[in-house]
């Protein structure tokens, strides 16, 4: 059986291992978890019912996977697309052998993206002290176009103070979100849909919230919240909440989307 095994197939099996591993890692803390535990389950089944030659289960699981790949796409469909995105950006910016760590431009891009970074820190626990409502939206390779459109185009440098002003009670667009994109604040009191898709979030969870989740849901945006009954700061990412962050783990998130 093993007879002709070597480096080919050793390459082979760790490239399918890293593959499943990326797609639970993906999929991990989302309800399309489960149903591909049950795909990977029943893959595994059709696996020995092949190698041990047991041609009835063979052949009832071989029809269901001659369409299982439709299946996969309608199931996975918003997983598959953020998967790609994630995909691309990493390949762009995400790790050392990205273009973002090979051209010299790209790095001082990156060194201005994490000044900006924490000058929108600053602002959020300022804010969060003060008890100030926020809602800042980054977008990724997506830009949110229709989401900007729906506010105020600012065009402005990214600073502490600009922020806190944007968001004071007495600004008519502290209700909105802010859109930060390439660096600068694009639009300002911009309004964010609501996805009928997002049903895992608790009851007590606000609009800011929701609103958060449902914009990074089938992009690769990041939204920090700051809750303006309690002052907790929040960051919303791949359709999940990661609710009440204190500095440390806000920091950490930020730079895991960002760097």
Known sequence: MFENFGVINIFDIGVLILL???IFRLLKGTTAFTVSVGLYILMLIYGVAK??????LSASLGSFWDYGIIFVIVIFR????????????????GNKFSIARVLPMAMTY???????MEAVLEACYKMSEERTGALIVFTGTTELKYISQSGTNTDAVVSTKIIETFFNKTSPLHDGALI????????????????????NLPENVGTRHRSAVSVTNQNDAIAIIVSEENGSISIAKHGLLFYNLNKQQLLKELLEQTV
């Open 20 to 22: 499943i591993y990326l």
């Open 51 to 56: 190698y041990f030659n047991m041609p009835l």
């Open 78 to 93: 918003q997983e598959i697309r953020r998967y790609l995105m994630l995909l691309g950006k990493n390949i762009l910016t």
């Open 110 to 116: 990156k060194e201005k993206e994490l000044h900006m």
């Open 180 to 199: 930060i994109s390439k660096n600068r604040i694009k639009a300002a009191g911009c309004i964010l849909p609501i996805s009928q898709e997002i049903t």
